[in-house]
């Protein structure tokens, strides 16, 4: 036992570091899908809950599209087809070839189906938000956008958290994917530290306990957040 | 190489994949079903040790990635080699896609004892108020009473597990399972044309949208004597 931790040592004879590393790319690549998931999934949801058909139509698409597909499937498409779309459009200026940033794909990808998801929880909470509340809205002269900012946003986020918090414990997971396309992350440099020291069930379990303690820490978050978020309902 | 040729080439093969990534989410889902059940009864008894049993296991299961499972049982089983095949066991363990079996089989079986507990604690408490005053046993009023009732109410929660599993199943691809994923890698890998993910794409489609669609159906049936409203 005391051997195996030693492999979990910092410095070159452990893999503390690396596995550390990769548990703080896993972070940043988590953290830096979240603003554009949750802007994208915002923008399709409010297109999802327009009257007008050339809104509804292609955002009702794009989520069922992307809740439908393996999130594998959709990161490889990204990825790959990121790569043939970025090489023929540099192709009419020069002819360099460019490789596409692994961590870009993956926030990509992942921003996509974390949007998908996450505009089928706003469309949810505008439902709930009643019609009384955009009709006062008008009625004291605010501007449609004024009313958006000032009185559905606020409530609305009370109403989305829920959902949006587990999305975001659900992205956390996802990350994993992006080992496959060989972005360094926790699961990566777990396989790294397994085909040097012969040890898979040992470190496999510990990437899967930094896995769960990174949930624990989140779920401590999003409950504080929670309780924010209803500072001003009474209880 | 033509759109032609190339589903000619590959299209049976992803047929093929499509079957087993069938196989691999019908047999885990229903096997996971048998898990949930025993487990969510844990979690809801009044003994602590067995609760404490069932929500590790779905605290585990629920908590870490799928693909880090499949890699702990796959890769991780190969270090107790000597120990499975001394019991016999090694041939399972051997083959990749018995491998994912299992590790889908215990992932889902965590999220179905979620949604079971779930469900029987939605079914009213004066169902089982009114089942203990006709002199049913606890196990009668489980069995007759309270679970018929969950099992309709966590069909619609189960439904979305399901399809959660059909796309989860893909990382099976990643161990060399040939699945729908896997025979797709192995077009790509051959062919280098990026059109066969989106063949792969339509597969998967259609595949979940049908179960969504016929799995709605089939839960308005079976829950209308409960529906309110015609909404």
Redesign the interface.
């Known amino acids: 036992m005391g051997d195996l931790l030693g492999l979990l040592s910092f410095g070159p004879d452990g893999w503390g570091d690396e596995i550390a590393a990769g548990t703080w790319l896993t972070i940043r690549l988590a953290a830096a899908t979240l603003p554009f998931g949750l802007a994208l999934g915002f923008v399709v949801g409010l297109a999802r809950n327009a009257n007008a058909p050339w809104l509804s139509v292609p955002g009702n698409l794009f989520a069922t599209v992307f809740r439908a597909l393996p999130e594998l499937l959709t990161l490889f498409i990204v990825y790959y087809g990121g790569q043939y779309l970025v090489q023929w459009l540099v192709s009419f200026f020069t002819d360099t070839y460019v490789e596409i940033n692994a961590f870009v794909a993956g926030l990509v990808a992942l921003g996509l189906v974390f949007a998908a998801f996450a505009s089928e929880v706003f469309l949810g909470a505008f439902r709930s938000i009643g019609r009384g509340q955009y009709e006062a809205a008008a009625a004291v002269g605010l501007t449609p956008f004024q009313a958006m900012r000032l009185v559905i946003v606020p409530q609305l986020i009370r109403y989305a958290l829920p959902g949006l918090a587990n999305l975001w414990l659900v992205l956390l997971k996802e990350t994993s994917l992006v080992s496959i396309i060989a972005l360094n992350d926790l699961l990566r440099q777990t396989s790294v530290a397994v085909g040097a020291t012969k040890e898979p069930f040992f470190f496999y379990l510990v990437a899967c306990l930094i896995y769960l303690a990174m949930s624990i820490i989140s779920t401590f978050g999003l409950v504080a957040i929670e309780r924010w978020s209803e500072r001003g309902m009474k209880r | 190489m033509s759109q032609l040729e190339l589903l000619g080439r590959y299209g049976p093969r992803m047929l093929e994949g499509l079957l087993v990534t069938i196989e691999l989410v019908a047999i885990s889902v229903a096997l996971g079903a048998l898990i949930s059940l025993p487990m969510a009864l844990a979690r809801l008894s009044s003994n602590p040790v067995l609760r404490a049993l069932s929500l590790g296991y779905t ?2 299961f629920r ?7 499949v ?2 049982v796959y ?6 080699r000597t120990f499975l095949e001394s019991i016999g066991l090694w041939w399972f363990f051997r083959d990749a896609f018995y491998c994912c079996l299992l590790t889908f089989t215990l992932n889902t079986g965590a999220y179905q004892t979620e949604i079971l507990r779930g469900a029987i604690r939605q079914v009213a408490a004066g169902q089982t108020e009114a089942a203990y005053s006709l002199g049913l046993s606890r196990w009668q009023t489980m069995l007759k009473i309270v679970l018929p009732q969950a099992v309709l109410l966590g069909l619609r929660p189960l439904g979305n597990e399901v ?1 959660l599993m ?6 099976a ?2 161990v060399t399972v040939f699945d729908l ?1 896997g025979a ?2 192995l077009a ?1 890998a051959r062919s280098f044309d ?1 059109t066969v ?2 063949y ?2 339509i597969l ?2 259609i595949l ?2 049908t179960l ?1 669609r016929v799995w709605n159906r089939v839960e308005r049936r079976l829950s209308r004597h409960i529906r309110r409203s015609t909404a």
């Open positions: 605290f585990f908590g870490t990635p799928l693909l880090a499972q890699f702990l890769y991780g089983s190969g270090e107790f399809i059909i796309k989860g199943s893909a990382v691809a990643i994923m797709t890698r790509f990026i993910y989106f792969a794409a998967y489609f979940v949208e969504r």
